[in-house]
């Protein structure tokens, strides 16, 4: 049987689970709010604290809350956040920055990505990450979505790359993943759980029953199989967030991962980055 996933993970001299919690709409519903604050909280409390979120989602909601949800353990938690590419110019990153530091209450964001190429060069962006992390705006920058030819482009190396990873897209594994480890980039796996699609794949169910665990625990742990990766599916409630940070005692054994293999074979040639 193979190790238990690797708890924790260096990002920037911070140790940080290998679980983090998603945000994507998340603060969309109102009356939904109490239930999801908790929910981050008790993430938080379980030890995921990597909290995800972008000025994308809900056009500042999910910012917003989230920022309520971690006001009182602002030190503890490991606060990501991206900027949309159509605001990533020179000056623009500055001022999507201050918009979402005022969103969140907060005086800091640890972790600032670019949240997909876009139309500004990318040498405008970077140099404005720099100078966010000269005004102590943000701690460390990174990118999402970035293919291979879009990390060779970049005028240094980001910290993190996120992007789609799960047993169903898992065309990263021919060519950017490799790329990430020669280069010393954590990748953080979004939509580990595929939003909801693979909940009833037979292959995942059988391993999740041989392990007594629920498929989303199986895919997360898959996720995280290895060293260098960091997972961050959504939390929607307490019961979720409990389920989802208990995922780290899965240890996928080698039978488990030759199902998984087989029922989702890597491909054989570079594809096209995917996104969601």
């Not at 500004?120 to 701690?139: C, K, M, N, Y």
């Not at 169903?168 to 993943?177: A, Q």
Request: glycine share 6%; with cysteine.
């Amino acid at each position: 049987m193979s190790e238990a996933p690797q708890q924790m993970v260096t990002a920037e001299g911070h140790l940080v689970s290998a679980v983090g919690q998603g945000t994507w709409y998340l603060g969309d519903d109102r009356e939904a709010r109490e239930e999801e604050v908790a929910a981050l909280r008790a993430g938080i409390e379980a030890g995921m604290t990597l909290v995800d979120t972008a000025e994308m989602y809900g056009g500042g909601r999910s910012e917003r809350l989230v920022g309520e949800a971690i006001a009182p353990v602002r030190e503890s938690v490991y606060l990501v956040d991206k900027v949309l590419p159509s605001n990533a110019s020179a000056t623009g990153t500055i001022e999507a920055c201050e918009r979402s530091l005022r969103a969140l209450g907060t005086d800091w964001i640890d972790l600032y990505l670019l949240h997909w190429p876009g139309p500004h060069p990318v040498a405008e962006t970077v140099d404005a990450f720099e100078s966010l992390v000269q005004r102590g705006w943000i701690r460390a920058w990174g990118v999402s979505n970035f293919d291979p030819a879009d990390l060779a482009s970049l005028p240094a190396t980001p910290l993190v790359n996120q992007v789609l990873y799960n047993p169903s897209r898992r065309g990263v594994e021919v060519d950017l993943l490799p790329a990430h480890r020669e280069a010393g980039i954590t990748t953080m796996a979004y939509s580990p759980i595929e939003q909801g699609r693979l909940l009833a794949d037979p292959t995942l169910t059988a391993v999740a029953e041989r392990h007594q665990v629920s498929v989303a625990q199986v895919l997360i742990a898959w996720a995280v199989r290895e060293p260098g990766t960091i997972a961050i599916p959504k939390v929607s409630s307490v019961a979720h967030a409990e389920e989802n940070a208990a995922a780290l005692e899965v240890a996928l054994t080698a039978e488990d991962l030759a199902e998984i293999d087989a029922a989702f074979p890597v491909p054989t040639d570079p594809v096209p980055l995917e996104m969601l």
